[in-house]
């Protein structure tokens, strides 16, 4: 069977918090346009529903915009480009208010108002949260309000596999019916890539098994750059042995960290000084930002300070003095899931951690518009960067990034959509689909190879962790970037056992992997070429931030076969210039 043909408007690929904002603004606006909304997964099973922390935005007397503004820029390490910085903080308030009248059942205070809750590197408490499901709620919320619209046509369990491109623009992509194997070629007047992060490259991982890449990896083999990849935000506390993130919510709440021997080591860190047991303090120590409560531990690992355990070192995150009923009305699922994967209850016992990878700061290469520079072609949320999270996210930026950028990238695809009149090209796409249907067809086919998908994904996490993890330097880079080009090659050689039409989770999870191989190339290659330390990057060979040559986004391009071509781009600087990063509460 050949591929089949589908027309709309604006195609958008991925449905979780992204892809559906997106949806929604697009419909709301312009009920005529024909959305086809393509989601690997049902959308409530998209990662955004695994989000607990919550989501930030300006909403008290005691906090402003430019304090918003502030905390974004220097946890970033002021790799954030500011205009983009200052559209969202403006922005936040209003989306977040959006979802409440949505129905999103934010958590209040006694007397009715929204409440909010301290997060890392926040310097005051701005985190709407519902419980510590915060992800759930908001995409439930999103969903329920989707399904009004009559214009937003679903295809789940439809994967998507590359973008159909031709007279210099985006036109659409081809997908996979997944129950069927039909395959699909979605001719669109602009596409909006909304597919989530890439966290699974890497061995332990907060991250669904769907965050493989794959609408990052489909732009970058299209010629637009991958940004800023070598940011990879470790989260300091993943639950032992398991990689299920114990949110930030639990520091915000006032827990706090101790090593081997019960001792708060943050306060070695410049984190200091020690604060009051129950009583979480702004800024400084469990409170400060993601990457450097991460490099601390990494610290306290050399010095012997960790607990050895057969799944690794860890330390502990102590929440015992919060009270049964303070951690079952805030964090129930934080206690559900240590009683239930570690077999501790936070309420008597301090809970193992360590660091755990947990979020893409780089992604498509899109602007304030969400625009990437292929014309027709936009991204939102983890699979992008706008450039919002520079060189670190802050907890719960996250989510309130997919519903203003989504919003945004709305906009300007139907202004795009419009403009538009149907395809010229259609023999030219129509061959891109056709070559598309080859390489699965070739793939499935195959016989006669000698390597697993396992085996390679294995090697590849592996050679990740150890040379492109907390801590980086030029050979552990060098040995990483050799390793993937072998394993690029290798991947070649795989052979697939099932060779059905129906559901064949083999070919899916092949494709994922090679989409994660040649992003791994963009991040350790990007790593390697970044001299300098700089917010999650850090280099033991070039410890200082270096704004003289490096205060700029790196853009990987795509090259076939080879590593990926590095250039680099300028970082928009509006109002606040590069300082130091301050989370010592003012201590020496
Ligand atoms: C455990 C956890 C907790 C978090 N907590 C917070 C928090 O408290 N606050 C915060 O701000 N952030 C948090 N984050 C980060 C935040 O949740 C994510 O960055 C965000 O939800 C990503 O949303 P998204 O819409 O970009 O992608 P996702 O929600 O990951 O959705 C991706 C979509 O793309 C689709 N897709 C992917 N590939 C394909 C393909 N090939 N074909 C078709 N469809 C495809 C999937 O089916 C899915 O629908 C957390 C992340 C994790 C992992």
């Avoid at 330097?473 to 090659?489: G, I, M, N, P, Y």
């Avoid at 991040?523 to 917010?535: D, F, I, T």
Wanted: charged residues 25%; contains cysteine; hydrophobic residues 35%.
């Amino acid at each position: 069977m050949g591929v089949e043909l589908i027309k709309t408007d604006v195609a958008i690929v991925g449905a979780g918090g992204a892809g559906l904002r997106t949806a929604i603004a697009i419909a709301e606006s312009n009920p005529d346009l024909k959305v086809a909304l393509i989601s690997k997964v049902y959308p409530m099973r998209s990662h955004t529903c695994a989000a607990e922390g919550g989501a930030a935005g300006v909403i008290k007397p005691d906090d402003s915009l430019d304090l918003h503004f502030n905390d974004t820029v220097g946890g970033g390490d002021w790799l954030s480009d500011q205009d983009v910085v200052e559209y969202f903080v403006n922005e936040a308030p209003r989306e977040l208010m959006q979802l409440e009248h949505w129905g999103c059942p934010w958590s209040r205070t006694p007397d009715g108002s929204v409440n909010v809750r301290p997060f890392g590197g926040m310097k005051i408490k701005r985190t709407w949260f519902a419980a510590d499901k915060s992800g759930f709620h908001i995409l439930h919320t999103l969903f329920q309000t989707s399904l009004q619209f009559p214009s937003i046509e679903r295809y789940d369990e439809f994967y998507s596999i590359d973008l159909l491109t031709a007279d210099g623009r985006c036109q659409g992509v081809v997908a996979m019916e997944m129950k069927s194997g039909r395959l699909f070629q979605f001719q669109a007047k602009a596409v909006v890539l909304c597919t989530g992060g890439a966290g699974r490259m890497f061995k332990f991982s907060t991250n669904g098994a769907i965050k493989t890449g794959d609408g990052t990896a489909m732009a970058y083999r299209a010629g637009v750059p991958a940004k800023d990849m070598e940011f990879v935000q470790y989260h300091p506390t993943g639950l032992l042995s398991t990689g299920i993130l114990l949110t930030e919510g639990c520091r915000g709440e006032g827990g706090v960290l101790r090593n081997k021997d019960g001792y708060r080591y943050l306060q070695d860190y410049g984190m200091g000084p020690e604060t009051p047991l129950g009583q979480p303090v702004l800024k400084t120590m469990e409170l400060g930002p993601r990457d450097r409560l991460s490099q601390a531990f990494w610290h306290e690992q050399q010095k012997g300070n960790t607990i050895p355990t057969p799944w690794g070192d860890s330390v502990q995150l102590d929440m015992t003095h919060l009270g049964e009923k303070h951690i079952d009305e805030r964090l129930p699922l934080v206690r559900e899931l240590s009683i239930l994967y570690s077999g501790v209850d936070p309420v008597k016992e301090p809970v193992p951690i360590c660091p755990v990878v947990h979020y893409m700061m780089g992604g498509i290469h899109t602007n304030i518009d969400a625009e990437t520079p292929m014309p027709g072609l936009y991204a939102v949320g983890e699979t992008a960067c706008a450039s919002l999270n520079g060189a670190n996210r802050l907890g719960s930026n996250s989510l309130t990034e997919l519903l203003v950028f989504g919003k945004r990238a709305a906009m300007n695809a139907i202004e795009f959509a419009r403009s538009q009149t149907s395809s010229t090209s259609e023999s030219a796409l129509k061959e891109q689909a056709d070559q598309a249907q080859a390489k699965i067809r070739e793939l499935v086919g195959r016989s006669g190879g000698t390597e697993s998908i396992a085996g390679i994904r294995k090697e590849m996490s592996d050679t990740l962790e150890s040379g492109a993890g907390i801590y980086r330097t030029e050979e552990s880079l060098k040995e990483t970037c050799a390793a993937l080009v072998d394993l690029r090659k290798r991947f070649a050689g795989i052979e697939l056992h099932d060779k059905s039409n129906v559901f064949n989770t083999d070919l899916f999870q092949a494709l994922e992997l090679g989409n994660l191989l040649e992003l791994a190339q963009t991040v350790a290659e990007g790593a390697l070429a970044r001299k300098e330390s700089r917010g999650s990057h850090q280099r033991l060979d070039y410890e200082a931030r270096d704004d003289e040559n490096f205060l700029k986004h790196t853009l990987a391009y795509y090259q076939g076969d080879e590593a990926p071509r590095i250039d680099y781009h300028d970082v928009i600087i509006t109002k606040s210039k590069p300082g130091v990063r301050d989370y010592s509460g003012g201590a020496k």
